[in-house]
């Protein structure tokens, strides 16, 4: 049988519902992933590859990403890069896999969703024995302080859907989304301006530590990693609170 044309693919399997969500698509996804990651699934569909197996390959890159961290110097930091972009295909290519085939499954979406928070926790909590540089220390705590605080931001985010599901709800949508105080409102239009929360997440983090691991070389020390481990424990704990103000005061919960 011969792979599927494109652009019937992209009608199944890149469902235009799914990539104009706000919440739904990262935003590596909408600029190139798609792209590459459609020509991958043309290629998928064709073998006995199931969705679950694509997922947990998805899980494997993630967690891999955080470890290639502790390999010194730039070869760590540049494989945990690559690392990360094959986590973000794979998270791609799972989900079309899944939509082609007829094959979605809850076993699929919890081990997705399990999936980045292990990606994301393990990048930081790697970053932290990076900039331990001897893997003990302070700075491994201030590594695993980030995972805790990415796996809170994930969580408080995903606790909105078991909480509308225990009440009978639908799904939140997008417009829930809006904070009911324009006070909050105004903030979080500041905060998205700026983009700055984006840090939280492994795809950006481990660019913001591939920068740093250059300045290292530069500089012949690992401060730029400290700094940058920094800012990121600093981001990720003021969102935190914040987050979880923007849930209390949008309608996602009623």
Known sequence: MGAPALEELREVCQPQAKLASRNGEHWAGRL????????????????????????????????????ALMIPGLTGAILAVILMQLFLLF??????????????????????RLGAYLADAALMAGAGYRAAESG??????????????????????DL???ARARRGLTVADDESTRP????????????AAFRIHRVTNGIEASLVLLVAAV????????????????????????????????????????
Do not use: F
């Open 32 to 67: 190139y992933m798609r792209k590459i990651s459609l020509r991958t699934t043309r290629q998928l569909v064709r073998t006995p590859v199931t969705p679950d197996q694509l997922t947990w390959t998805m899980v494997v890159c993630g967690v891999a990403a955080g470890a």
């Open 91 to 112: 998270d791609c290519v799972d989900g079309e896999v899944a939509r082609w085939k007829g094959q979605n499954s809850a076993a699929g979406i919890y081990v997705d």
């Open 136 to 157: 003990v220390g302070g700075w491994l705590s201030v590594g695993i302080a980030t995972a805790l605080g990415v796996v809170l931001l994930k969580a408080s985010t």
């Open 160 to 162: 909105v859907d078991v």
């Open 180 to 191: 009911r105080s324009q006070g909050v409102a105004t903030v979080r239009r500041i905060a």
């Open 215 to 254: 300045a290292d070389q530069v500089t012949g020390g690992i401060e730029p990693t400290r700094w940058a481990l920094g800012a990121l424990a600093a981001i990720t704990w003021v969102m935190v609170p914040a987050h979880l103000l923007s849930i209390l005061s949008s309608s996602r919960l009623r």
